[in-house]
């Protein structure tokens, strides 16, 4: 069974520290794996996409690793803002169909 | 427009009631789904539309939900007779194509059943 697991569930850290939030996958054939942010109320926002010939890909402070021998990714948050406290969804995508697997998400809480 | 629109970003309606949720994707895309997020849950997938295919209906959790898509634009998801476990937070998204170029979520619709 495809599936998408995240760790850690929830995560709470000091603003301007750093932190890196898990993926694992078992998704295959795998196209595409994305990290999405989600603020309370409202829809997901991409942050990266990688397919599997891809190793790193940044967006400003966000960074987005992703082993596809292992089926991991991490993204990882460089000092960490208040507005960075949101859900953080990992979606892998199944390739050739228009399936996307999604994890339950991080919940992160930056505190001032 | 813009991005993906969704209406009424919340509802709240009595137990037994019939609930339509509205999505307006991205002009131009040709992929619509729609997705449904419980609380403290992931995104569960629910209806899929792709260009003038039948629709992939497999995530319809029971035979009160149905969706349209009229003129491959503007989509519609309607609940019958709601009950409390479908209080939950409705997303539609939209992609260019099928295999998921510019995939898109809405704001949701926030549907609480009472």
């Known amino acids: 069974k495809n599936q998408v697991e995240q760790s850690p569930q929830s995560l709470i850290i000091l603003e301007g520290k750093n932190c890196t939030l898990q993926?694992?996958?078992?998704?295959?054939?795998?196209?595409?794996l994305r990290w999405y942010k989600q603020d309370t109320g409202r829809g997901p926002v991409s942050l990266t996409i990688m397919t599997f010939s891809e190793n790193t890909k940044s967006n400003g402070r966000y960074t987005a690793t992703l082993d596809a021998d292992t089926k991991q990714s991490s993204l990882h948050i460089t000092a960490s803002q208040l507005s960075d406290s949101a859900s953080y969804i990992c979606?892998?995508?199944?390739?050739?169909?228009?399936?996307?697997?999604f994890g339950t998400g991080t919940r992160l809480k930056v505190l001032a | 427009g813009a991005g993906v629109s969704q209406s009424p970003s919340n509802k709240v309606t009595e137990k037994g009631k019939d609930v339509e949720l509205r999505c307006d994707p991205i002009?131009?895309?040709?992929?619509l789904y729609w997705y449904r997020q419980s609380l403290g849950q992931g995104l569960e997938f629910l209806i899929y539309?792709?260009?003038?295919?039948?629709?992939?209906k497999s995530g319809l959790p029971s035979d009160r939900f149905s969706a349209e898509r009229t003129g491959g634009s503007v989509s519609t998801l309607t609940i019958q007779r709601t009950q409390q476990e479908d209080s939950a937070v409705y997303l539609c998204?939209?992609?260019?194509?099928?295999?998921?170029?510019?995939?898109?979520f809405g704001s949701g619709t926030r549907l609480t059943v009472v």
């Open positions: 979606v892998v995508s199944d390739s050739g169909t228009y399936k996307y697997i």
């Open positions: 002009s131009g895309h040709t992929a």
């Open positions: 539309f792709q260009g003038n295919s039948a629709p992939d």
């Open positions: 998204a939209s992609s260019l194509t099928a295999t998921g170029y510019g995939y898109t």
């Open positions: 993926c694992n996958y078992t998704v295959s054939p795998f196209s595409n």
